[in-house]
């Protein structure tokens, strides 16, 4: 299993730099199931963000992309089940990927609940109350 940074996963789906973009492929395509890449969360939730934020891709694109990611046998992305928890509560609501795992995170290790300042957030998930 190989470890990938962000901007690793990144030009696998953004050709912007074409010579980072072609290597993303190579080593991607060179995976297997028994020689996996290995996407840890905070790559998966930079990954989503920075797809969002700096290359504008739609909501749905990246919410596709992240559960495509999940789906793949030659990628293993660290706490999986979470992150497919929180990507279905995503694509149900308009709560942000991170806002989501944190708080399934959060109960799956054992808060009781999560404070927040966010309205949104305290409203729409479960275990999240607003700090006032």
Request: charged fraction near 25%; charge should be negative; aromatic fraction near 8%.
């Amino acid at each position: 299993m190989i470890g990938v940074d962000t901007n690793v996963l990144l030009r696998l789906y953004v050709a912007d730099d074409d010579k980072q973009h072609q290597a993303a492929v190579a080593f991607f395509s060179e995976r297997t199931e028994n020689d996996p890449a290995y996407i840890c969360l905070i790559v998966l939730i930079e990954f989503v963000w920075s797809l969002r934020r700096t290359y504008k891709y739609p909501r749905d694109e990246v919410t596709a992309l992240a559960a495509r990611l999940l789906e793949a046998r030659d990628i293993y992305v660290e706490r999986a089940d979470l992150i497919a928890e929180a990507l279905d509560i995503t694509g149900k609501s308009r709560i942000g990927l991170a806002d989501a795992i944190i708080a399934i995170a959060n109960l799956a290790d054992g808060c009781t609940h999560t404070v927040t300042f966010d309205n949104k957030a305290a409203r729409e998930l479960n275990g999240v109350e607003l700090l006032t």
